[in-house]
C-alpha cells in the first residue's frame, strides 16, 4: 500500500506570530484585578505545566487536561478559569490552535509584554481526555517550606537554582482570598515582570499578617504587600537564598535564568514534533 503523508498536522495550519498578538491584545481590561490579565496567564501556564512526574513521564502541559472538570477543580487550580474563558475566544478563531499550546503561549506572551524577557517556545502540544488528567496533589501547597517546595520541583527536574528563577514570577499579580485564601500582592506594580520578588523579601521586614485568613506574611512597614510561607523558604533557606541575592542584585540575570527555565517548565513531558520551529517573538511595544 501507498501511505499518502499529504495531510498537514493541525499545528502546522497555525500563524503564531497571529495568536501571540491577538493574546497580547487580550491582556489589557481596567475592570479585572490590577488592569492586566498577564499575572493569571502566566499562573495558568504554570499550573498546566507544574503537574510533570520525570519518574512515570506523566502530567505536563501535553495535553492541556487543566481545562477538563477533574483537574481545573484541583484546590491549586481555583480562580483559573478567569484565564481559561479569556482565551476561549481565541480558540473559537484558531481552531488548529491546541489548548495546550494555547495556554503556554498565553504564558510566554504575558511575561514578554509585561517587560520580562523573550522566552523560546514551540507549538506540537497535542490536547488529551479528561482520563489523562493528574491526580491532586502535584502543585506545591504555598503554606509550607523549602522542603517541600524541593520535592515538588525536583519531581519535575528542576534543580535549586531553576526552582529560585522560577518563583521570581512572583514579582506578578497577587493572592485572592476566593481563590488561594492568601490575601495581596507581593510589590506595589503587579502588572510588571521585574526582579522585585526577591529585592522585596530582602529588603523589606516580614511579619505575620494579623487576620482570620490562613498564616501568611505582610510588610511591617505598609501591611500592603505580602509572602506565601513558602515564599520566606528562599530568604530562610540558606542554598536558595544565595539565588535571591544574586537575582536581587543583578535583574539581567534573573531575566535571563528565568526565560530558560520557564521555556523548560512550558516543555516537560511534551514530545514535539521533529520540525517543529523554536519560536523567539518580538515583543509588540
Ligand atoms: C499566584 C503559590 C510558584 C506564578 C500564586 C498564589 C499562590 C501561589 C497561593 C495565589 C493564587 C490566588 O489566590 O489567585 C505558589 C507556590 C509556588 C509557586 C507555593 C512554589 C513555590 C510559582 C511559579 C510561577 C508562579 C513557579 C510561575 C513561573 C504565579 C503568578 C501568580 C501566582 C503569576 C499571580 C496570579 C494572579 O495574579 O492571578 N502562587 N506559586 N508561581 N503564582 Fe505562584
Known amino acids: 500500500y501507498f501511505y499518502s503523508n499529504e495531510t498537514t498536522p493541525s499545528w502546522k495550519k497555525v500563524n503564531y506570530n497571529s495568536v501571540y498578538k491577538d493574546i497580547a491584545g487580550l491582556l489589557e481590561d481596567e475592570d479585572y484585578d490590577d488592569g492586566s490579565y498577564g499575572p493569571v496567564f502566566v499562573r495558568l501556564a504554570w499550573h498546566a505545566s507544574g503537574t510533570y512526574d520525570k519518574k512515570t513521564r506523566t502530567g505536563g502541559s501535553d495535553g492541556g487536561t487543566i481545562r477538563h472538570t477533574a483537574e481545573a477543580g484541583h484546590g491549586a487550580n481555583n480562580g483559573l478559569e478567569h484565564a481559561r474563558d479569556r482565551l476561549e475566544p481565541l480558540k473559537k478563531q484558531y481552531p488548529n490552535i491546541s489548548y495546550a499550546d494555547l495556554y503556554t503561549l498565553a504564558g510566554v506572551v504575558a511575561v514578554q509584554e509585561l517587560g520580562g524577557p523573550t522566552v523560546r517556545w514551540r507549538p506540537g502540544r497535542e490536547d488529551k481526555t479528561e482520563a489523562d488528567c493528574t491526580p491532586d496533589g502535584r502543585l506545591p501547597d504555598a503554606a509550607q517550606g523549602a522542603d517541600h517546595v524541593r520535592d515538588i520541583f525536583y519531581r519535575m527536574g528542576f534543580n535549586d537554582q531553576e526552582i529560585a528563577a522560577l518563583v521570581g514570577a512572583h514579582a506578578l499579580g497577587r493572592c485572592h482570598t476566593s481563590r488561594s485564601g492568601f490575601d495581596g500582592p507581593w510589590n506595589a506594580s503587579p502588572t510588571s515582570f521585574t526582579n522585585f520578588f526577591y529585592t522585596e523579601l530582602l529588603n523589606s521586614t516580614w511579619v505575620p ?19 506565601l510561607p513558602a515564599d520566606m523558604a528562599f530568604k530562610k533557606d540558606s542554598e536558595f537564598r544565595k539565588y535571591v541575592e544574586k537575582y536581587a542584585a543583578d535583574q539581567d540575570a534573573f531575566f535571563e535564568d528565568f526565560a530558560k527555565a520557564f521555556s523548560k517548565l512550558l516543555e516537560l513531558g511534551v514530545k514535539f514534533p521533529e520540525d517543529a520551529p523554536v519560536y523567539e517573538f518580538k515583543t509588540l511595544e
Not at 490562613?214 to 505580602?226: A, R
Open 209 to 227: 499578617k494579623k487576620w482570620n485568613g490562613p498564616f501568611q506574611y505582610v510588610d511591617k512597614e505598609s501591611g500592603q504587600f505580602m509572602m
